[in-house]
């Protein structure tokens, strides 16, 4: 997996991202599943722009493209999708968007809070889902802790935050009040800074674990002249 974050809160975040699985089945076929996405976000989480791709076996077999805006006088979120086909979604105006929930969880983080309940939509499943997700916040790690860690190139930016350790459970829409198991789940330990190392995913039947390797730091864009930078 490699991931990159750009931008600043004057000019939007933008996020991309590669995931790559090599997997191998009982009969000793190997398959490859790549996918990539692409997505930009403005700072107060008003607009979210995705294009998602998926290869198998370097063969493209899916791709979203779309845009969402938050539409704050009519109380909801209007979502155009482009690929793979037209269409329009309408979506409750207090469902977040993905980094509006990365940095909603870093706020509630520090203030001490612990539990995160909210919809939340990231364009996943062609761009037509929308999962309640719910976070638990773990105990705070002072700063230090990641030198407690194995050492990866660059790592020792992260020495002097605080981190917290996080679950977070993807449900299907209209379980909230039954005793539903979560469609996956993804645990990890979130720095201050927003970088998170320990990954693992949960889909029940399998899961992955991820170490971070390697990490670089880039600068955040400059905002225009005319407006200063929050």
């Known amino acids: 997996m490699a991931y990159e974050l750009t931008g600043s809160a004057c000019v939007g975040y933008t996020q991309k991202m590669r995931f790559v699985t090599r997997t191998t089945n009982q009969e000793g076929e190997t398959s490859v599943t790549d996918m990539r996405t692409s997505s930009w976000e403005d700072a107060l989480g008003t607009r ?3 294009e998602n791709s998926q290869y198998r076996d370097q063969t493209r077999v899916e791709q979203t493209v779309g845009e969402a ?3 704050q006088n009519h109380g909801e979120i209007r979502v155009e999708l482009t690929q793979p086909k037209k269409r329009v979604i309408k979506l409750p105006v207090d469902t977040m968007f ?9 706020q509630m983080a520090r203030s001490g809070q612990t539990v995160l309940v909210t919809d939340l939509f990231d364009a996943s499943e062609k761009g037509e889902k929308t999962y309640v997700t719910s976070a638990y916040i773990g105990a705070r790690q002072g700063p230090g802790y990641n030198s407690q860690l194995p050492v990866v190139p660059n790592g020792e930016v992260l020495n002097g935050l605080s981190s917290w350790p996080i679950a977070l459970g993807y449900y299907e829409k209209g379980t909230e009040l039954e005793d539903a198991v979560p469609v996956y789940e993804i645990s990890f330990l979130y720095f201050e800074n927003g970088v998170s190392r320990r990954l693992l995913i949960d889909y029940g039947s399998f899961s992955i674990r991820g170490e ?3 990490i670089e730091m880039l600068e955040p864009t400059p905002c225009p002249s005319s407006r200063k930078q929050p």
């Not at 993905?98 to 870093?106: D, R």
């Open 48 to 50: 979210f722009r995705f």
């Open 69 to 71: 805006v938050r539409k």
């Open 98 to 106: 993905p980094i509006q929930h990365s940095s909603k969880l870093l």
């Open 212 to 214: 971070l390797r390697k």
